[in-house]
């Protein structure tokens, strides 16, 4: 996450912020997990905007449901614990910046293991030198990986991810560089993440594809279909009528400076805000790239190769 400099608490912007966050409290507090507090995780979305004025050029109503999203999925957006994120990107169809929730490298490890399937799961980059080694056989998948001691590691030839849980066989998705390539080019080829780290962004594409080889609960489900819905440019929602209802749809409504006339019933706005929120269509003109992730940069940045982010 860029930091651009620190927004003032007093700054008008923070304040409306912070004063809808209130407004959709309740909306708010009946879709987060009970073991997360609503005033927490509204107070850290505060302190994330302050550290990230683009998001007020977004949107309104693409910030304010991205951050339903991100209590649905009920994950941190504070930017620094690496489970979720709110994403500036430029949309074409409004001619300005829209805002994206994207669950992180370890947003995506908390819904595995909170899915019961997995009670630990990692990502790993394989580069040339190293000595790798997979097979499939009839009662397992056999992987073995050891990295070079060498200080240049080489070309990055794939990675890989593992799930282990208590007395089962591991699972194992491994992604060779014709994979990451291509979800990379169906994404932003120039974004920070993938330029300048690209060993971390690599790591997590076998880790979104393991995400659909182990039980999730219906909303992690769609955040991982989500993500590889991306790669394909495609979008799939996660907020809809039954996460927005009548009153917050009026209240995202509002935000967006919207006049509502007082005929136009809370169930056609409803539906309406449910369009905007995304379909299934194909977006042209969004940058769809899932962004790096500020813990998988310290978790792969080890000389030479990136690191190993299970040793973090």
């Known amino acids: ?77 504070d930017g620094f614990t690496g489970e979720g994120y709110l994403i500036p990107r430029y949309d074409k169809r409004i001619g300005g910046k829209a805002c994206t929730f994207l669950p992180g490298y370890k947003g995506l490890v908390k819904l595995m293991i909170q899915g019961g399937g997995v009670d630990t799961a990692v990502g790993r980059p394989v580069f040339e030198k190293d000595h790798f080694e997979f097979r499939y056989t009839a009662e397992r998948d056999e992987l073995v990986h050891v990295p070079t001691r060498e200080g240049e590691a080489g070309l990055l030839i794939g990675a890989y991810a593992i799930g282990r849980k208590r007395g089962q066989d591991p699972v194992v ?5 014709p994979e990451i390539d291509a979800a990379r080019g169906n994404g932003a080829q120039n974004s920070f993440g993938w330029q300048d780290h690209f060993a971390a962004m690599a790591s997590k594409t076998p880790l979104r594809r393991m995400a659909n080889m182990v039980p999730l609960s219906p909303v992690a489900a769609v955040i991982a279909r989500r993500e590889d819905a991306m790669d394909g440019g495609a979008h799939l929602p996660l907020v809809d009528r039954t996460v927005i209802d009548q009153s917050v749809a009026a209240s995202l409504e509002r935000v967006a400076g919207r006049d509502i006339p007082e005929e136009e019933s809370a169930s056609t706005r409803a539906d309406e805000l449910a369009n905007r929120l995304g379909g299934s269509e194909r977006e042209p003109g969004c940058d769809d790239e899932p962004p790096l992730d500020p813990e998988d940069v310290a978790l792969f940045s080890g000389a030479g190769r990136g690191g190993d982010p299970e040793g973090a």
């Open 173 to 177: 998705r491994v992604c060779w560089r």
């Open 1 to 77: 996450m860029t930091n651009q400099g620190l927004i003032k608490s007093n700054d008008s912007r923070i304040v409306q912020l912070r004063g809808n966050l209130d407004r959709m409290g309740d909306q708010i507090e009946r879709v987060l997990p009970a073991i997360i507090s609503p005033e927490r995780f509204v107070a850290t979305i505060v302190a994330y905007a302050q550290r990230m004025p683009a998001l007020f050029e977004c949107e309104p109503l693409s910030l304010y449901a991205s951050v339903m999203e991100g209590a649905v999925a009920g994950l941190s957006l």
